[in-house]
């Protein structure tokens, strides 16, 4: 089969979830809609990341390639050629800051429950259809239903708020948050990660997301290439446009 005439083979690993479209149309919006002040914060970290939110995905290209991909050695073969994406390929096409030689370290604390209510400008989490705390995960709509581009900075309990103001001040971080669960390390069921609240944390210290990201997307392709996995974790625009 021709996966680049026929779009994407549904047998072989998904790189995007059927709701990919509407996800990034969500965040397009909330992109658009963010203040100038935010933009700034968000292009300071994100550098070029943001021009993902108008790439067309290309999934049998990635299904094509990920034909390719040697698990043992983190390589794609094609025939005697060997390429594989590289720290400093994916800084450049991020146009990340050389002086940014510290990483971002995926540490993951144990109980997220109070970062992730700070992280929203709450004094505590209550319970919600969107957020499931046993999981530990959140829909995207959770979060853009009180930061997005209709938003109000608004809680169904209205009391758990600490302020208007440092609502106001999170919805940069928490557009991050959603660009990271949906175009960097993506679920399967396309919930966010509670857990990445550590992540976007780090990122605040001026520290590059280019080495979790590619550890991620070899891990993903070797799940996916030995069949230990039917949907590709890693940032898959990201490895498309390499």
């Not at 390929?89 to 109980?111: A, G, K, M, N, Q």
């Not at 109000?152 to 971080?173: A, E, N, Y």
Request: hydrophobic share 40%; proline share 6%; net charge neutral.
């Amino acid at each position: 089969m021709d996966l680049l005439a026929q779009g994407f083979d549904s047998s072989l690993p998904r790189f995007f979830r059927p709701d990919f479209a509407t996800t990034v149309r969500i965040l397009k919006d909330w992109y658009v809609a963010l203040s100038e002040d935010d933009h700034e914060i968000v292009h300071q970290h994100l550098h070029s990341l943001p021009s993902l939110l108008s790439t067309v995905p290309l999934e049998g290209l990635l299904q094509s390639m990920l034909q390719f991909w040697d698990p043992d050695a983190s390589v794609f073969r094609f025939g005697r050629c060997e390429m594989t994406p590289l720290v400093e390929e994916y800084s450049r096409l991020l146009s990340i800051p050389d002086e940014w030689t510290l990483s971002v370290e995926p540490v993951f604390p144990h109980s997220y429950q109070r970062e992730f209510s700070n992280f929203q400008g709450l004094r505590r989490l209550v319970s919600d259809p969107g957020l499931d705390l046993e999981e530990g995960t959140c829909t995207i709509a959770y979060l853009s239903d009180q930061f997005g581009a209709l938003g109000s900075l608004c809680h169904p309990h209205g009391p758990v708020i600490r302020s208007r103001d440092q609502r106001r001040s999170r919805r940069p971080w928490v557009f991050i948050l959603c660009f990271f669960s949906t175009f960097l390390f993506p679920r399967a069921d396309g919930a966010v990660d509670l857990r990445l609240v550590r992540v976007v944390r780090t990122l605040q210290r001026w520290r590059t997301i280019v080495p979790m990201v590619l550890a991620e997307t070899y891990r993903a392709l070797t799940r996916c290439s030995r069949g230990q996995s039917h949907f590709f974790t890693g940032a898959a625009l990201l490895l498309q446009f390499w």
